[in-house]
């Protein structure tokens, strides 16, 4: 990383995160206050509400106690198994929690015709011992979930592994809440359509996206586990995450499987990163309070490289400047900024777009706001930041600010960009071992011109 940096913040949890390499800034207990979901007491509620009920628990290390009651905003409910299931339905207990009963005039559940219906948000229940939520399937033949559940005397709320044999072994039969309706289409809020910086596969195979809620501002997350079906939750409810504003949110995953997204905060422009660890629970960062990041308009990308440090690239909205904030894998946040150390011009229009080539160059492609050249800044593996104008070096099109880099699969790196001048499409692009050049890819290709 740079040599230079223009501000170098230290903090106590810096021995925590050389020895997790994970984000460890923020406890999830700091989100627990935050309401989980939308639904009503008694009312209607999504899979993705129940499961993120059940993990606020979790997250909060709620002790199991037969005896004793947890209040927080999801309400209040006795410490033990059915307590935590009454609560991550959202059913109304008033401070206490019904028996659940296999008589179909149970009012609350219904059962199952086999285990094999069993879906995120359902529940395994042997009436005279024990019950716990079910998350979902591990395999492909149901031979394994991963449930939730207050288990006994000496535990936390937490989730594992159930196999089948001990569901059958242990009498439990499936249920279902008679008032879930499924995640979906129907279940994501609407959010503008804002590229594809936020998708990503996260380490266990599931595809994840991140959007900003067009109504709220509220972080949102859309995945689909593998041999699952597609769910949605709000990070802002679940993680404390603050409305953003800009453009779209940034995922990432680091090396450690780490994954998260990088927003602004839409009151105060602040960076923030959300993000859950490989086997934690979701959590949030204000990197401009506690690290120096520059302030940011939104418009942010994200890329990690070879050693695994996480870096997110920036336009500062208080002084127009490239910014760099990064974290090493072990070491501490950092920022750098990029035109006061590198002579990237003030960047405008859209978000920096970064990359990193299969040599181990990190950069990023931006547009200069005095002229509209298209901008490359990059470090090589072993060497310092460098920029070029690939404008004036190698005729690419100047561009309003909205480019997108990609590395091919011949590992050529190729920038596309909206010609400013024309609204054509426009492809910049390094082969390896050779010279940059560009292509009129509606000329070329007929692609008509962008809006």
Partial sequence: MPAKVSKLVRVALAAAIATSGAIAVEAFTTASAHAVG?????????????????????????????????????????????GFVSMAWHINTAGTNLGFT????????TQLGSLDDLRPGDALNNISTHMVLFGRWTDSGHSTAVIYEEAHTGTNARSRTMSRSEMTGGGFLPFRYKKVIEDGPTGTPVSKPLGNKGSIIASDGNQVTFTRDAGSGHLQITYLPVNGSWAT??????AGTAPSGGGAPAAFRQNNGT???????????????????ANGAWATADLTSSFGAPVSDGDVS????????????SRNSANGHAGLTYLPTSGVWSTFDLTDNVGTPAPGGG?????????????????????????ITYKPAAGGWATSDLTSGFNAATSDGNVSSVIGGDVTLAIYSRNASTGHLNLAYLPTGGAWGTTDMTGEAGTPALG
Avoid at 102 to 109: K, R
């Fill in 302 to 313: 994200t890329q990690v490289d070879a050693v695994g440090t996480l870096s997110i690239f």
């Fill in 38 to 82: 939308v639904s009503a007491v008694g009312g209607s509620i999504t899979r993705s509400e129940i499961l993120a009920r059940a993990q606020s628990w979790v997250g909060q290390g709620v002790p199991y106690n037969q005896g004793a009651y947890w209040t927080d905003s999801n309400g209040t409910y006795r410490q033990d198994c059915s």
């Fill in 259 to 277: 994954l998260g997204a990088v927003t602004a905060d839409a009151q105060d422009g602040h960076l923030r990163i959300t993000y859950k660890p």
């Fill in 102 to 109: 296999t008589d179909s005039a149970d009012p609350y559940e």
């Fill in 351 to 375: 978000a920096p777009a970064a990359f990193l080539q299969n040599n181990g160059t990190l950069g990023v492609v931006t547009a200069d706001a005095a002229n509209g050249h298209l901008r």
């Fill in 233 to 238: 939750a709000d990070l802002s409810s679940t």
